[in-house]
Antibody, heavy 123, light 111 residues
Framework: QVQLVQSGAEVKKPGASVKVSCKASGYTFTGYYMHWVRQAPGQGLEWMGWINPNSGGTNYAQKFQGRVTMTRDTSISTAYMELSRLRSDDTAVYYC????????????????WGQGTLVTVSS | QSVLTQPPSASGTPGQRVTISCSGSSSNIGSNTVNWYQQLPGTAPKLLIYSNNQRPSGVPDRFSGSKSGTSASLAISGLQSEDEADYYCAAWDDSLNALYVFGTGTKVTVL
């Protein structure tokens, strides 16, 4: 069965960086793009971007360009999302999500999600 | 700030039908398919409807989706207590920097 297991909660100071991991199992990791979505406390969902695990190609939402880096390690079927120059408004739960469509960035129909990683930014 | 607008709340009694609207533009809903997600408190979102009106395996047929022009709707018929959750529409947006946009979200309360 498909599973996405994320790393644990993090507490960071403003200006620091955080790197969240998402370990995939139960399917061919390189066959499906991985997307990242975040949700601030009490707020809605916000798409951050995707990574093509096969090529390493990425596409980031303009809001995060310059601060976000998505990478992957195919040897351990793990995707990473690193966010730098953290601010208090980056406090959120960060999710990895896999589209149900293989081979391209997908239709946005995320049928598998990680459990979420809470990142708290506080001085 | 989301480009897909939903009503902040909706409610109904058990057994009633509830409809949630999602208003967008020609660059998102008008030219791409719409997906709907259900999010129970403290959990990750769950795909409820994809490609405007398709239900993933395991989603009850009480949930249905539709799209017309630059708007979409989610209907819940035969409302049940376990349907109390947040609901989000979503679609790709063909703007300069292609991105995926979620709706503002609707909290459904079962009275």
């Amino acid at each position: 069965q498909v599973q996405l297991v994320q790393s644990g909660a993090e507490v960071k100071k403003p200006g620091a960086s955080v790197k969240v991991s998402c370990k995939a199992s139960g399917y061919t990791f390189t066959g499906y793009y991985m997307h990242w979505v975040r949700q601030a406390p009490g707020q809605g969902l916000e798409w951050m971007g995707w990574i093509n695990p096969n090529s390493g190609g990425t596409n980031y939402a303009q809001k995060f360009q310059g601060r976000v880096t998505m990478t992957r390690d195919t040897s351990i079927s793990t995707a990473y999302m690193e966010l730098s120059r953290l601010r208090s408004d980056d406090t959120a739960v960060y999710y990895c999500a896999r589209d149900q469509d293989p081979g391209y960035y997908g239709s946005g129909s995320y049928n598998f999600w990680g459990q979420g990683t809470l990142v708290t930014v506080s001085s | 700030q989301s480009v897909l607008t939903q009503p902040p709340s909706a409610s109904g009694t058990p057994g009633q039908r509830v409809t949630i609207s999602c208003s967008g533009s020609s660059s998102n809903i008008g030219s791409n398919t719409v997906n709907w997600y259900q999010q129970l408190p403290g959990t990750a979102p769950k795909l409820l409807i994809y490609s405007n009106n398709q239900r993933p395996s395991g989603v009850p047929d009480r949930f249905s989706g539709s799209k017309s022009g630059t708007s979409a709707s989610l209907a819940i018929s035969g409302l049940q207590s376990e349907d109390e959750a947040d609901y989000y529409c979503a679609a790709w947006d063909d703007s300069l920097n292609a991105l995926y946009v979620f709706g503002t979200g609707t909290k459904v309360t079962v009275l």
